[in-house]
């Protein structure tokens, strides 16, 4: 529905990218950006001025928020965007409010709700698919894989076909799934793509970046759509 508000979570530190923004105006939401806060206590004045949630890209979870020591390879943490977009998603189930969690976004809701992560992909879970496809030479915006899609899903009914492709910008993934998300999508290696929770009025999470993809491709743009809609 037009005129709704979606807060966008960033990091403390740095800027959101543009694409974000530019989705959900596209989608016909009214964007708010919520930069991470060290005050948890503030939090619930975030939630009580946005009518749903877009959990963003970023540094990686700190591992001590699921039950593990830090891997060799951990990237940057962000100990205040931890801190306050973990107490914001707890917060935002609680009160049913749509969620559209996006690459760190998936991570963040996993481990909010009690699953855990692969902190490095390439040295915990080797493929030969390049879920760092910069690092290969590929621009933000093109594809870098295909994704097999859950039949049966809300992810399914969403995006359309059984199978799409995607970008790929992340070394961590999901590893345990939290109880009360159902996966929604795989990498051809296995990887989870897409996660959903059923009981709530409308979650949806995916690891790769459909807001840079959303110019040029409708599976992408249905994903905007179908959260602005659920507002």
Request: glycine share 8%; net charge negative.
């Amino acid at each position: 529905m037009a005129g709704k508000v979606v807060g966008i979570t960033r990091a403390s530190r740095s800027e959101l990218r543009p694409a974000y923004v530019r989705a959900i105006e596209a989608a016909g939401g009214m964007p708010r950006v919520l930069p991470a806060i060290a005050d948890t206590d503030a939090v619930q004045q975030y939630l009580d001025h946005i009518d749903g949630l877009l959990l963003s890209g970023g540094d990686d979870v700190a591992p001590e928020h699921y039950g593990q020591e830090p891997h060799p390879r951990l990237g940057t943490v962000d100990p205040d965007r931890d801190a306050m977009e973990l107490t914001l998603i707890r917060l935002a189930l609680q009160r049913n409010l749509p969620i559209f969690a996006i690459c760190r976004g998936i991570q963040a809701l996993n481990v909010a709700m009690g699953g855990t992560l692969y902190q490095d992909l390439p040295s915990q879970r080797p493929s030969e698919i390049a879920h760092q496809q910069e690092e290969a030479g590929l621009p933000r915006d093109r594809f870098s894989h295909e994704i097999d899609v859950v039949a049966g899903t809300r992810y399914r009914t969403i995006v359309g076909r059984d199978r799409i492709p995607v970008n790929s910008l992340h070394h961590q993934a999901l590893d345990r799934v939290a109880a009360g998300l159902v996966v929604a999508a795989r990498a051809p290696d296995g990887v989870i793509e897409a996660v959903e929770a059923p009981e709530y009025r409308y979650v949806i999470a995916v690891q790769y970046h459909p807001e840079e993809t959303a110019p040029h491709d409708a599976a992408a743009r249905r994903l905007f759509e179908a959260f602005v809609d659920a507002l």
